[in-house]
Nanobody, 125 residues
Framework: HVQLVESGGGSVQTGGSLTLSCTAS????????MGWFRQVPGKEREGVAA????????YFSDSARGRFTLSHDLARNTLTLVMNSLKPEDTAMYYC???????????????????WGQGTQVTVS
């Protein structure tokens, strides 16, 4: 049973930065998808950034690319998302997700992820 514990988030002014971290436990394999997703009320959950540990491929949404960076510590199963140049439209609940049975290209697809964290709010004003 995979469990994900998130930290970070909060409120920041436009142009500021925030860091989100997520640590996974209960993983069986060293090859898995892990990523950050976000959701605003009334909209579907969308992928922000994700990594496939097998080939170290990173995936970013169009809105995240160039502003957000993603790092992963395999020894600690910890995923860190540094969000720079934040905009009001980045305001959302951010969720960490992981799955050990998803192919690399699907790592950023929310519907493909099997385990989810509780979410952390990011507010940009």
């Amino acid at each position: 049973h995979v469990q994900l514990v998130e930290s970070g988030g909060g409120s920041v002014q436009t142009g500021g930065s925030l860091t989100l971290s997520c640590t996974a436990s209960g993983l069986t394999y060293t090859t898995y998808c892990m990523g950050w997703f976000r959701q605003v009320p009334g909209k579907e959950r969308e992928g922000v950034a994700a990594i496939y540990t097998g080939d170290r491929a990173r995936y970013f949404s169009d809105s995240a690319r160039g502003r957000f960076t993603l790092s992963h510590d395999l020894a600690r199963n910890t995923l860190t998302l540094v969000m720079n140049s934040l905009k009001p439209e980045d305001t959302a609940m951010y969720y960490c997700a992981a799955d050990e049975f998803v192919e690399s290209r699907a790592c950023i697809v929310a519907d493909e992820q099997g385990s989810w964290g509780q979410g952390t709010q990011v507010t940009v004003s």
